[in-house]
Nanobody, 126 residues
């Protein structure tokens, strides 16, 4: 059974940085055409954060994080990363990693992804 496993979340002050990791388990990361990050805050729906294609040729970001967050993937290490800089209180959420097997589909749609992780909590204090 293939799944994604997130790590790296924690408590950080506003303006600080965190680096999240997502390891592919049961299937090589290189086999996924697209890997993305989503987040969900209390009382809100899950929202798209960022996505990267198989060979890192293309990346996509939500407007709210563009210029602050960077997504990358290392197929040799079977891991995708989300570097988060300049964190704000509104970034507080559970962050989820997801992967898509098939051909291109709009990366901001959660239904595009086949495998999901359990999430890692990010809390930004004021």
């Amino acid at each position: 059974q293939a799944q994604m496993v997130e790590s790296g979340g924690g408590l950080v002050q506003a303006g600080g940085s965190l680096r999240l990791s997502c390891a592919a388990s049961g299937r090589a990361l290189s086999l996924y055409n697209m890997v993305g990050w989503f987040r969900q805050a209390p009382g809100k729906e899950r929202e798209f954060v960022a996505a990267v294609m198989r060979s890192s040729a293309s990346t996509y970001y939500a407007d709210s994080v563009k210029g602050r967050f960077t997504i990358s993937r290392d197929n040799a290490k079977n891991t995708v990363y989300l570097q988060m800089n300049g964190l704000k209180a509104e970034d507080t959420a559970v962050y989820y990693c997801a992967a898509r097997n098939g051909q291109y589909y709009p990366p901001h749609r959660s239904t595009a992804y086949d495998s999901w992780g359990q999430g890692t909590q990010v809390t930004v204090s004021s």
